[in-house]
């Protein structure tokens, strides 16, 4: 997926955030019910869909394997399921542009299948690790190629019998855990997948949701290849990892005071709430409720005086795309705050450890890069000039930054925002932030 005219975000110091808004919805949970809707049985209506390009990547495969999806307009989208063995051979390969998602849960779905396929992405895409999937789509069954260094593009050769295998992953990462249930479903046996730690469990949720059996064992999930999926109704709740740019700058701002409505807060998903809670910050869960098997709330969130700490390791996979915000809210807190144990951040959409670090340290902060995290004492932020590095949880980090910046900052490569979230400009605007855009429209 090739970006049109890229965008640059200036941004003015200073600023607060009030009133009330809704982020887009959830990218995990919207590439999630594309996916199973299109090998359910029956129509599957998806409403709060994310109108992202990742998920856009996600309908468009999708579309290329002969699934007839309707819209998305207004985040309502009809997918019409083709069942478990309906999809046909895409004419070329499948461009997932940069999203890691799409790529290693395809992969393992397209395992299963009768036809060759081929996956490709974007420069960031293509430099990320894939062996964390080939190595047991392999012991599956699976006949999967990568590049010499263990990226993509990722061929895979169809028409293999797969078998279950139990996998101990070695990190924790719904992305390997879902790649293996999904290709699990067309494996003869049971597949077993553990992991060190949690990571978040969207699919297995949504697995049963559409009436497939799972067997769940603390961080072990087992599934039975060969059964069905039943569609259904599908609300995708607000994305908090979009609301986490919000929770941090709000907290960072002072006289913000600020309501993030319908916002998903399953509990593989909420370490960005309790790790800023530990910094000191004021965040309430208001009217928590349930919509179709995941947990909602409105997030309440007002400036408070935020203190440096050292974060528990244990919540990093909970928190694992919110690191970005939550390193702008140490540089903006009392004191230190250490992160270690979160290597993973390395492999994300751009290095996020030493990008940061960099960042901070043009913005006037003490930072450090450590082998497997950082270290930042709070300051004074100054004004600069950034790049994106082709991720948009960097562009979106810094530019809350200007809450408590001194000068203007400047980020360079902002349309990649897009992949997650459409319309960040505007509705950070309507909310305080004094972002303004150029080179096009956001
Ligand atoms: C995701 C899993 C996480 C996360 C990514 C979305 C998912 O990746 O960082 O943004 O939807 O399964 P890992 O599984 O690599 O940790």
Avoid: W
């Avoid at 067309?186 to 553990?194: D, F, N, P, Q, T």
């Avoid at 140490?330 to 492999?347: F, I, Q």
């Avoid at 270290?375 to 562009?395: E, F, M």
């Avoid at 400047?410 to 932030?433: H, K, M, W, Y």
Wanted: charged share 20%; proline share 5%.
């Amino acid at each position: 997926m090739q970006q049109q005219a890229d965008v640059t975000f200036r941004l003015q110091p200073g600023g607060r955030l009030q009133g009330r808004m809704r982020v887009p919805g959830d990218k995990s949970i919207s590439h999630r019910s594309i996916m199973l809707g299109a090998l359910a049985d029956g129509v599957t209506e998806i409403s709060g869909f994310l109108e992202g390009e990742d998920a856009l990547a996600t309908i468009a495969a999708f579309r290329a394997m002969g699934v007839r999806i309707d819209g998305p307009v207004q985040g309502q989208v009809t997918v019409h399921g083709v069942g478990l063995h309906g999809l046909q051979a895409p004419a070329g390969p499948i461009d997932c542009g940069n999203s890691g998602t799409t790529m290693r849960l395809l992969a393992g779905l397209l395992a299963g299948q009768a036809f060759d396929s081929e996956l490709v992405g974007d420069v960031s895409l293509s430099s990320r690790p894939m062996r964390r999937i080939a190595d047991p789509l392999t012991r599956m069954g699976a006949r999967i190629e990568l590049s010499a260094a263990g990226t993509p593009p990722i061929r895979i050769r169809g028409g293999q019998r797969l078998r279950g295998i139990s996998h101990q992953s070695p990190v924790a990462s719904a992305q390997v855990k879902s790649c293996l249930l999904l290709a699990g479903l067309y494996a003869e046996g049971r597949i077993c997948v553990s992991e060190p730690q949690p990571s978040r469990d969207h699919t297995e949720r949504m697995l049963a949701g559409m009436g497939y059996a799972l067997q769940r064992d603390g961080t072990t999930v087992c599934l039975q290849g060969g059964g069905r999926l039943q569609a259904g109704r599908i609300d995708v709740p607000a994305d908090i990892s979009s609301a986490a740019f919000f929770l941090v700058g709000a907290s960072i701002a002072e006289g913000s005071d600020l309501v993030l409505e319908h916002v998903g807060i399953n509990p593989t998903r909420t370490g960005v709430i309790e790790i800023l809670r530990l910094m000191g910050a004021d965040i309430e869960v208001l009217n928590p409720r349930d919509v179709g098997g995941e947990p909602v709330a409105d997030l309440r969130v007002r400036h408070a005086l935020l203190r440096g700490i050292r974060i528990p390791e244990e919540l990093v996979p909970l928190a694992i795309d919110e690191f970005p915000a939550l390193f702008v809210a140490a540089a903006c807190a009392e004191g230190e705050t250490v992160l270690t144990g979160a290597a993973e951040l390395r492999v994300k959409e751009s290095d996020r450890i030493a990008v940061m670090a960099d960042g901070l340290r043009t913005l006037g902060i003490d930072a450090e890069a450590l082998p497997d995290g950082i270290r930042i004492r709070g300051g004074r932020l100054s004004g600069g000039r950034l790049a994106s590095h082709h991720d948009h949880r960097i562009a979106m980090s810094f530019a809350i930054a200007a809450l408590r910046a001194s000068g203007e900052i400047v980020i360079d490569g902002c349309a990649i925002v897009n992949t997650s979230f459409p319309g960040f400009a505007e509705l950070a605007r309507q909310a305080g932030l004094r972002i303004e855009t150029a080179g096009a429209t956001m």
